[in-house]
């Protein structure tokens, strides 16, 4: 193990840095930080650090970004990429540019301060081949494509009329078929008739007959009575 253990972590989250720093003050490294690819340029143009711990994805310049430049100056700097992204274009471009490892978020405390251990004390890649029989990238899985399903024609639905309830049959009133004259009834009402005219006729003469009669007994009495009969 080297005498001296000073890291530097470029990650443009703070809370990243914070937590990188207390994992790696714990295993007795000393820690800087930058939050960009320019202030951690900056920084290494000062001080001399054993191991650069560099996230990928940062708004500016990125990781890789950064390791390109780092090379021109530092080509032998010590670096370990570290990203919540991983892909197999970053991975091959990392092990292009001679990083020590390449990590996936989140990063447990025992797995970085390892990391910073080997990287301090290994060599650097000798192309992407012996990392990736260690550890190899998983296959995306590609889901195939739905083919769309051709629409269902809709089945008409018959329209039921609703039956109609059936109505209480009202009854016919019931007329009387007028009762037409007969001949019977002509000629009794005829006969009738002319039994009350010769009634009538005949009553006459009688009811005048008893009226006089009536009279002449009361003037014959009254006569008589004065007469002293």
């Not at 292009?96 to 650097?124: C, F, I, S, W």
């Not at 009794?188 to 009669?213: D, E, K, T």
């Amino acid at each position: 193990m080297v005498a001296t253990k000073r890291v530097l972590v470029l990650d443009d989250e703070d809370v990243v840095c914070r937590s990188y720093e207390r994992v790696l003050n714990n295993a007795g490294f000393e820690v800087a930080k930058a939050n960009n690819g320019k202030q951690a340029l900056e920084n290494l143009e000062h001080n001399d650090y054993d191991v650069m711990f560099a996230d990928l994805r940062m708004p500016g310049m990125d990781g890789l970004q950064v390791v390109r430049e780092l090379r021109q100056t530092r080509p032998n700097m010590k670096v370990i990429v570290v990203t919540g992204y991983p892909s197999q274009d970053t991975l091959q471009e990392a092990a292009r540019l001679g990083v020590m490892d390449y990590l996936t978020k989140p990063v447990a405390p025992g797995v970085l301060t390892q990391a910073a251990m080997e990287a301090m004390t290994g060599a650097a890649w000798q192309g992407t081949a012996p990392y990736l029989a260690a550890n190899p990238m998983p296959t995306p899985v590609v889901e195939p494509e739905a083919k769309p399903v051709p629409p269902v024609a809709a089945i008409p639905v018959p329209v039921v009329e609703p039956v109609a309830a059936p109505q209480p049959a009202v009854a016919a009133p019931v007329v009387a078929p007028a009762k037409q004259p007969g001949l019977v009834g002509a000629t009794v009402r005829l006969a009738g008739g002319l039994v009350m005219s010769l009634a009538y006729v005949m009553f006459l003469p009688l009811a005048g007959f008893f009226v006089m009669l009536g009279l002449g007994g009361k003037a014959l009495i009254k006569k008589l009575g004065k007469k002293g009969v």
